[in-house]
């Protein structure tokens, strides 16, 4: 087989990718590693920045995710028995959010693809990326029980964090960001009506977060240490858990019933630099990982792909080579951006095991600070909203 360009992965970002491209005449094959059914399972995020709703309408995805998402303004912030305060994105930056699960957005893209007979092979197995820093890259497989070769111009690594494409530059080429948490995220979704506002509680008990996926679908969390397992936490226990780090007006609002998902997310920030090698450009969870505080990483994958599509755009409508060659450099400094910002929430709201008195008391003041200034206030506003994409450094025809 022969392409421009070879996609590892059909998670958001290769997907998203796929459409773009299609849609600006390149063509491309999605080599995806599980079934279709198995990636259209995964539950996981669902909070959307203003830039990630509008690159979605942009190409023609925006269809449902206006119809069935919730639209908010920004997150409330409460802890322990304190008054909440408001960041109010809207206010400050003019900017939205949008509710709408990562579940959907691959369920509109896999349409999509089929629409346009997009070529998407599941199942995949033994993939390998060969002769990375030729011309002539190539990506070797078995499917269906045949081993197969696909000839291309580019690779777009977007097989997520433990996938084979960042694996596939040389150790000594990569430099390497990493911080574990010392604690997860047990979280569940349930069909039952939100809390209006996305709310993320400090709680001397843990962390707790009451998000949405849609004005029906409701998505909590909890902070839990490292080893807990789901199967110790009923639903009954879990209502329970999160009612007790709430304040209680806000507790009796909670609509609690039967979760139709329950899982443990390890908490991470890890970044790779560099995101190019060679013919190989690393996209989304490929190149990092944040802790979900923030709820960046899906939005991550989506700035990646705009980046990397608007390069190759210009490489095979001008053979220019400039955009492919910041391509790294422009990516990271967004996904910086992102990464400090999860990392600031996640140190802000979270108890950490073995904390000082000084920690908490600085962890407080941080708190009421942010609490009682406007400047703070929009500063952590600009940065949840996300940076606005970068203008093209070169002029694209
Ligand atoms: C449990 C969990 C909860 C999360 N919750 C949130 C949240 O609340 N908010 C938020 O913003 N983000 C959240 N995230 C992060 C968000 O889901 C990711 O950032 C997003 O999925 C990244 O998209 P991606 O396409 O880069 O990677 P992925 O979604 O990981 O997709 C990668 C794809 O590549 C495939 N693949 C892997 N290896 C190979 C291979 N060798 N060959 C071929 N294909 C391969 C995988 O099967 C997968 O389909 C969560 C992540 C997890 C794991």
Not at 25 to 42: N, P, T, Y
Not at 48 to 71: F, K, W
Not at 251 to 265: C, L, P, Q, R, W
Not at 331 to 351: M, P, Q
Request: net charge negative; with cysteine; hydrophobic share 40%.
């Amino acid at each position: 087989m022969k392409t421009q360009v070879a996609i590892i992965g059909a998670g958001p970002a290769g997907m998203l990718l796929c459409e773009i491209l299609s849609q600006h005449g390149i063509d491309c094959v999605v080599l995806e590693k599980h079934s279709r059914a198995h990636v259209l399972e995964r539950i996981r995020a669902g909070v959307l920045e203003q830039s990630t709703v509008e690159l979605l309408r942009q190409y023609g995805l925006g269809q449902r995710m206006d119809q069935e998402g919730h639209v908010h303004d920004g997150m409330k912030i409460v802890w322990a028995g304190r008054e909440s305060f408001f960041i109010d994105v809207k206010k400050h930056l003019g900017k939205q959010f949008m509710a709408y699960g990562q579940t959907n957005i691959q369920e509109d893209l896999f349409l999509a693809a089929e629409q346009r007979g997009a070529k998407v092979l599941t199942q995949v197995e033994n993939l390998q990326l060969m002769n990375l820093t030729s011309t002539h890259p190539h990506v070797t497989f078995t499917h269906n029980g045949d081993a197969s070769r696909l000839d291309c111009d580019f690779i777009a690594g977007c097989d997520g964090f433990h996938g084979v494409s960042r694996q596939s530059i040389p150790p000594h080429l990569r430099e390497e960001f990493e911080k574990e948490y010392p604690f997860g995220w047990l979280g569940i979704l349930s069909q039952t009506p939100p809390l209006r506002d996305i709310t993320y509680a400090n709680h001397p008990r843990g962390f707790a977060l009451a998000s949405m996926r849609s004005p029906t679908l409701s998505r909590y969390y909890i902070q839990v240490p490292t080893g807990t397992l789901c199967e110790e936490w009923s639903d009954d226990r879990f209502w329970s858990e999160i009612k007790s780090r709430f304040p209680k007006e806000m507790a009796d609002e909670m609509v609690t019933g039967k979760s139709i998902e329950k899982s443990i997310a390890p908490l991470r920030s890890y970044v790779c630099e560099t995101m190019r090698h060679g013919q190989l450009f690393l996209a989304g969870d490929a190149a990092h990982i944040v802790p979900p505080t923030g709820a960046k990483g899906l939005n991550l994958a989506v700035s990646d792909v705009f980046y990397l599509s608007r390069a190759l755009t210009a490489f095979y409508r001008q053979g220019m080579t400039q955009l492919l060659d910041e391509y790294s450099e422009t990516a990271l400094r967004r996904v910086w951006s992102s990464v400090r910002i999860s990392w600031y929430l996640t140190n802000l709201l979270h108890r950490f095991p073995g904390g000082s008195d000084f920690d908490q008391r600085a962890q407080e003041h941080e708190l009421d600070y942010l609490k009682s200034s406007h400047h703070a206030q929009a500063a952590l506003a600009e940065q949840y909203a996300g940076l606005a994409f970068e203008s093209s450094s070169a002029p694209i025809t």
